[in-house]
């Protein structure tokens, strides 16, 4: 994938800006858990945040709320070198999204997302401004700012100003069932902003339920690639979890992706890590089955640290982990 060069930013992020609540107390259910910690979440922004901690110039696009929530994601954004100049302050009395999270066992994690009235939902196409994609190299959009309008028409908008001017799209599926009404109006907007884009990135669930409507798909990775080649993807990377990652290129090829051993403290923030991990690869020039394998030694850093965002690693971290898998024998083809 070629990057258009020369511009300001590296990647932008654009889409859901929470607050991650991570339980303190693990190996525990929600309802027998006091204490968390807080932490910046949503899934645009980890990979953002992770982006800039591997040296990319990275900013974002999206709406916070008019509280000490919304001050402490934007002031995290600064501390780590993301231009924030393009994240709005809703005026509507919308609050910040909660995420909070259980951690029962490695296997066993789940997520209780509070997502009404949130401020991220609030940005309009009014608020998007053309300059600031024009001057990025690519845009990551998140599946879940398609959710509920004026975000759904802001993200076609960001999108139709990248195709103008040569910025590469990059899609992260991100389906969170509670945020949508019901499966067709879920996939009828995902398949929308996925035939805009270069790079799509999802498990193998998240593209199931794209495809739920089209009797012709049988849940085979090479016919979910071979559909979004008829359109603009060059690369669409399926994750199967522990099984490992599939990419396909427009150009015929397919990769395998690894996967490394870790001490698994929890599932998510996996493919976030992997996803900022992965791209950061592609813009470094990288074959593709090298920004795979960066992708999950970043995924499996991140498992067995307590957060997401704030448990994304730099580049020489990551180097570093795969050159010990190496040593030890850790890694699983």
Not at 14 to 35: K, S, Y
Not at 115 to 139: G, Q
Not at 215 to 220: A, K, P, Q, Y
Request: with cysteine; net charge negative; charged share 25%.
């Amino acid at each position: 994938m070629e990057f258009p060069k020369n511009r300001s930013r590296d990647l932008v992020g654009m889409g859901r800006l929470t607050i991650d609540m991570n339980a303190n107390e693990i190996n525990r259910p929600m309802e027998e858990t006091r204490t968390f910690t807080k932490y910046v979440g949503g899934s645009p922004a980890n990979i953002t945040i992770g982006a800039s901690r591997l040296g990319l110039s990275t900013g974002f696009i999206g709406k916070v709320a008019d509280d000490q929530m919304g001050n402490f994601i934007r002031g995290y954004f600064e501390e780590n070198n993301i231009n924030t100049e393009n994240v709005k302050t809703d005026d509507t009395g919308a609050v910040t999204g909660l995420a909070f999270t259980e951690i029962i066992s490695p296997e066993d994690c789940s997520i209780l997302l509070y997502r009404d009235n949130v401020a991220d939902l609030k940005i309009s196409p009014l608020e998007i401004s053309e300059e600031y994609i024009k001057n990025t190299s690519a845009v990551m959009f998140s599946g879940t700012a398609l959710a509920a309008s004026p975000s759904r028409e802001a993200v076609f908008l960001a999108a139709e100003y990248a195709h103008k001017h040569g910025t590469k799209v990059l899609f992260d599926i991100d389906f969170r069932p509670a945020t949508w009404k019901s499966k067709e109006e879920t996939a009828t907007y995902y398949n929308l902003l996925a035939e805009k884009s270069h790079l799509i990135i999802g498990t193998r669930d998240e593209f199931n339920m794209m495809e739920n409507m089209e009797s012709e798909m049988d849940g085979s990775d090479d016919k979910t690639a071979a559909k979004w080649f008829n359109h603009s993807a060059e690369i669409v990377l399926i994750k199967h979890g522990a099984e490992g990652s599939f990419a396909y290129t427009k150009d015929g090829d397919y990769f395998t992706g690894k996967t490394f051993e870790t001490e698994v403290l929890k599932t998510f923030g996996a493919g976030d890590a992997y996803a900022s991990s992965f791209v950061y690869g592609l813009m470094q020039g990288w074959e593709v089955d090298r920004a795979m394998d960066f992708g999950g030694a970043s995924a499996a850093i991140v498992i067995s640290r307590h957060s997401c965002s704030e448990a994304m690693p730099n580049a020489k971290e990551v180097q570093e982990f795969i050159d010990e898998s190496v040593r030890k024998g850790t890694i699983k083809s």
